[in-house]
């Protein structure tokens, strides 16, 4: 075979739009990626920018009322028909792509076993017998690094701590052995310390089954130098590299390198309201770049030629940006009105001291 093998997932201008009594919701609106067998790709934004929505969707899992658009191809299958007919590909979600949410409480029920709960998705979809499933959750105890897990299969939920309890989730999500897994906040709820031993163990237990992996997370922090690809989300859409939001996402980041009482850059304003997206551009009012076709007309998403996209009318480090950042610099404000100094720092991102914003 010649060329470049298909990615083993591969999302096409996906949108979703959740009807509501105040209107509809534009929570995912035309997202594109593709995720190669092995790779590890971050999926970083703020509340509400659509993250859990598109991983949910992956994953089949939003209700009824969702409206779908656009394509997600798995290993060569379209997920979206698939679907449709769930009762036939019931060994697909939970099997091949599999996730591990937020809370593990939420997603481990309070009243089974630990062991149960692990054992009960390998009986029912790898038909395994209950001695056999039993002793594999054991394994799987063991490979996410529970101490003395023969004893801990018979425990309940309620009786490990919050780290323990998110190995127990992992150790599920991962027990029929998914071509993809998906962690959506995997590790929000923890302490810090307990935080690198989990992504730490997501990463090794990754590679040492050349799964493919998905990191949800609303902190950069998480993601950086941590996987291969990081997708930032804003609004719905993707944002990637050279992004003027990603570039302001990473200004925001204290640095460790930075002489002390460095300000902060907070990126001023809020997300749009997702009943009534703006028809240019959704950034364009905390843009610094911004300019007048950025209010009239949304951006395409446009190859930059290395792999990666942006959905931008003047990337960051292109000419034009430069062009449109010096001219909204000498005008005081940007096309939206954004107020900016000279330096190209938007006034309203300006902070006094520690906690406090101007
Ligand atoms: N079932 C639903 N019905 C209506 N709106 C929904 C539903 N699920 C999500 N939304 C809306 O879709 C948008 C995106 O939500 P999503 O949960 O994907 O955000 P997120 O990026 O995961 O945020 P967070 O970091 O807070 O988890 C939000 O405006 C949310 O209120
Ligand atoms: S399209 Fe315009 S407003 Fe939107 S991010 Fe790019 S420069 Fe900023
Ligand atoms: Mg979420």
Redesign the pocket.
């Known amino acids: 075979m010649t060329g470049r093998q298909a990615p083993l997932l591969s999302v096409r201008d996906l949108k979703v739009v959740f009807p509501t009594p105040i209107g509809m919701v534009h929570a995912v609106d035309g997202v594109s990626f593709d995720l190669e067998a092995g790779q590890s790709m971050g999926i970083v934004g703020e509340s509400g920018s659509g993250k859990t929505v598109t991983a949910k969707t992956l994953m089949n899992l939003l209700p009824s009322y969702a409206l779908v658009d656009g394509s997600v191809t798995f290993d060569g299958r379209d997920l979206r028909s698939l679907a449709a007919q769930r009762k036939t590909e019931k060994h697909l979600w939970g099997v091949e792509i599999s996730m591990v949410f937020q809370d593990p409480m939420t997603s481990l029920n309070p009243v089974k076993k630990v062991g149960e709960q692990i054992a009960e998705s390998l009986r029912y979809h790898l038909g395994q017998t209950r001695t056999a499933a039993r002793r594999q959750a054991g394994d799987l105890l063991e490979q996410v690094g529970i101490p003395e897990p023969g004893r801990r299969l018979d425990e309940y939920p309620h009786q490990l701590s919050g780290g323990l309890r998110q190995r127990v989730v992992i150790a599920a999500a991962l027990a029929c052995e998914p071509r993809v897994l998906i962690a959506d906040e995997p590790t929000t709820s923890l302490d810090v310390t307990v935080q690198k031993h989990i992504l730490d163990l997501l990463d090794d237990l990754r590679v040492a089954r050349g799964m493919a992996m998905i990191l949800v997370t609303h902190d950069l922090g998480v993601v950086k130098g941590r996987t291969d690809e990081v997708m930032v989300m804003y609004a719905g859409l993707f944002?990637q590299q050279r992004?003027?939001?990603t570039e302001a996402l990473i200004e925001t980041i204290p640095k460790i390198n930075s002489a002390s009482h460095t300000r902060l850059v907070p990126i001023p304003g809020q997300p749009p309201v997702t009943t009534s997206p703006p028809t240019?551009?959704p950034?364009?009012d905390r843009?610094r770049?911004?300019?007048d076709?950025?209010v009239t007309q949304g951006?395409p998403l446009t190859p930059l030629g290395n792999g990666h996209h942006v959905?931008?009318?003047?990337?960051v480090g292109t000419p034009a940006?430069a062009a449109?950042l010096a001219a909204n610099a000498a005008r005081g404000h940007t096309a939206t009105g954004l107020e900016i100094h000279q330096s190209g720092v938007p006034i309203g991102a300006v902070t006094d001291g520690p906690g406090e914003q101007t």
């Open positions: 944002s992004h003027p939001y240019g551009c950034f364009a843009c770049y911004a300019t076709l950025c951006p959905a931008c009318h003047t990337p940006a449109a």
